[in-house]
């Protein structure tokens, strides 16, 4: 009933019904993609986040009026802005300035990004917006600074980035965190044919349990590399080597 009457408004009418008692038709008058930019201004000033939210969704919602959102009270208005297509680059780099870390997070996330953009979530305090960026950038010149990135959570991000070369997935093969090393040699898996062997056994002597725990459960390990890992020092490791047909 009431999407019938709102579906059935005029333009010229939308402002009337912007303003109705229901917030079930104001969300359908926002939700409506005729909707005019002056209606959608008005509504995101609307005390319902509901309808709020509609309009941070809504791909005809003017920049101006995305940036008045950027720091709206509910998250589902916030993170709503990141993914509208509206969002040009003037609402991105306000998106940059946001206290709101997880709403700059999905900004690094998304594709398509202008470089200058990508230059600011390249600086950004965050490690969990750099990671974002490391496992989705399209740009191989950052690309290589998130891999070189000092936290570990970034470089291990930016290993599940398609674009990761097997020379810098073997760099990080000798990381100096275990957890970064172990991530480094399980995104090598579909390559391990092509991995050098002295790498493999040298992984298998890892100082790190979760690296050597890493590499006896890969596939296709070398039946060299097993046999050293089932003489592991961690009976775990040994069991898991020897189950997958390596012998001390």
Request: hydrophobic share 45%; glycine share 4%; net charge neutral.
């Amino acid at each position: 009933m009431i999407n019938r009457r709102v579906q059935s408004a005029t333009v010229g009418e939308l402002a009337a019904l912007a303003a109705d008692p229901s917030r079930a038709v104001r969300v359908a008058v926002a939700a409506r993609p005729d909707a005019p930019p002056t209606v959608l201004r008005l509504l995101a000033a609307d005390k319902a986040w509901q309808v709020r939210e509609a309009v941070s969704q809504h791909p005809g919602v003017t920049a101006e009026t995305l940036i008045g959102l950027i720091a709206d009270t509910a998250w589902q208005v916030r993170w709503s802005i990141p993914d509208n297509p509206a969002a040009d680059v003037s609402v991105q780099h306000a998106l940059c300035d946001s206290p709101d870390a997880d709403q700059r997070r999905m900004l690094a996330e998304r594709p398509g990004r202008p470089p200058e953009i990508t230059a600011r979530l390249l600086a950004d305090p965050s490690k969990e917006v750099r990671g974002g960026l490391a496992e989705n950038t399209t740009d191989p010149a950052a690309l290589a600074r998130l891999l070189a990135d000092p936290e570990p959570r970034v470089r291990m991000g930016a290993l599940a980035n398609r674009l990761v070369t097997e020379a810098q997935r073997r760099e990080l093969t000798r990381d100096r965190i275990a957890d970064v090393r172990a991530t480094a040699m399980i995104h090598r898996a579909a390559y391990l044919a092509a991995v050098p062997e002295e790498d493999l056994l040298r992984l298998a002597r890892d100082r790190a349990v979760s690296v050597r725990t890493a590499l006896a459960g890969l596939p296709g390990v070398p039946r060299t590399v097993l046999d050293l890992l089932a003489s592991d020092p961690d009976q775990a490791v040994a069991d898991l080597a020897r189950s997958r047909g390596g012998r001390p």
